[in-house]
């Protein structure tokens, strides 16, 4: 949740992440994903909604994709003995400020106009607050509601997830909503398993004949179509 002043009262942020449906990332293949974000102003009466309707909901959602940070991290884990080392860097940017405009996709972006949404409609995980704010003010309640949701692809290249005896490397998608205000900002972490595509390593030993190498097995190429939500976050600043 976020306020607009210190003693303000609450509004609520969602934001969903969501990728396709497949238990890996693949390497050199577009991955589809939508970005979601949904705000909510605190609860008011329908008519008190009336009379400001004109004014802008706080807060407000991204009106473009690149005020979205959306970044590929990898965690890299090194050990020596009786050593341990690790080393964090983000290797490729998807959306923000720091995305070369000669490198970047086409994002589809939907912005509605924002709605009144009834106290009813909101998630039973808030039931308790919502029949306390109705039978406080005996009178009908609810909150502006808006949305924004980005769609487009990235395709990654880069060493694939792995783990070895002394070496441990793995990957999170990252995404990074800010929002007016000290603090009210949003970050949501997504670990993610990234491969090759090659089910056996390659064998070492080297051949003295001439014959053609034999051709590998490897998986058709991934097609992705579908996307489901695979993280979501509600966050609550004090």
Same mark, same amino acid.
């Given at each position: 949740?976020?306020?607009?002043?210190?003693?303000?009262?609450?509004?609520?942020?969602?934001?969903?992440?969501?990728?396709?449906?497949?238990?890996?990332?693949?390497?050199? /293949? @577009? $991955? !589809?994903?939508?970005?979601? *974000?949904?705000?909510?102003?605190? =609860?008011?009466?329908?008519? &008190?909604?009336? %009379?400001?309707?004109?004014?802008?909901?706080?807060?407000?959602?991204?009106?473009?994709?690149?005020?979205?940070?959306?970044?590929?991290?990898?965690?890299?884990?090194?050990?020596?003995?009786?050593?341990?080392?690790?080393?964090?860097?983000?290797?490729?940017?998807?959306?923000?400020?720091?995305?070369?405009?000669?490198?970047?996709?086409?994002?589809? /972006? @939907? $912005? !509605?106009?924002?709605?009144? *949404?009834?106290?009813?409609?909101? =998630?039973?995980?808030?039931? &308790?607050?919502? %029949?306390?704010?109705?039978?406080?003010?005996?009178?009908?309640?609810?909150?502006?509601?808006?949305?924004?949701?980005?769609?487009?692809?990235?395709?990654?290249?880069?060493?694939?997830?792995?783990?070895?005896?002394?070496?441990?490397?793995?990957?999170?998608?990252?995404?990074?909503?800010?929002?007016?205000?000290?603090?009210?900002?949003?970050?949501?972490?997504?670990?993610?398993?990234?491969?090759?595509?090659?089910?056996?390593?390659? =064998?070492?030993?080297?051949?003295?004949?001439?014959?053609?190498?034999?051709?590998?097995?490897?998986?058709?190429?991934?097609?992705?179509?579908?996307?489901?939500?695979?993280?979501?976050?509600?966050?609550?600043?004090?």
């Amino acid at each position: 949740m976020t306020r607009r002043g210190l003693w303000g009262e609450y509004s609520r942020v969602h934001v969903e992440l969501a990728l396709s449906d497949i238990p890996v990332l693949p390497l050199f /293949s @577009d $991955i !589809p994903y939508s970005i979601t *974000v949904t705000t909510s102003t605190p =609860p008011l009466s329908r008519a &008190h909604a009336s %009379e400001h309707s004109s004014k802008p909901v706080f807060p407000p959602v991204p009106r473009k994709a690149q005020e979205i940070d959306f970044i590929l991290h990898r965690f890299l884990k090194l050990r020596a003995r009786l050593s341990t080392r690790k080393a964090n860097n983000d290797v490729m940017t998807i959306l923000g400020d720091k995305k070369e405009e000669t490198n970047q996709v086409a994002v589809e /972006s @939907d $912005i !509605p106009d924002k709605k009144w *949404v009834p106290l009813a409609s909101i =998630p039973a995980d808030d039931k &308790h607050e919502k %029949e306390k704010e109705t039978s406080e003010q005996g009178e009908e309640k609810g909150s502006w509601v808006q949305r924004a949701t980005f769609q487009s692809r990235f395709r990654l290249n880069c060493p694939p997830s792995f783990v070895v005896a002394n070496i441990e490397c793995s990957y999170s998608l990252i995404v990074k909503v800010p929002f007016p205000g000290i603090g009210n900002s949003l970050k949501l972490e997504v670990p993610v398993t990234i491969t090759s595509g090659i089910a056996d390593p390659l =064998p070492q030993e080297q051949s003295n004949s001439n014959d053609d190498p034999d051709l590998l097995d490897l998986p058709p190429s991934v097609s992705v179509s579908s996307l489901f939500v695979i993280a979501c976050l509600t966050f609550r600043i004090p």
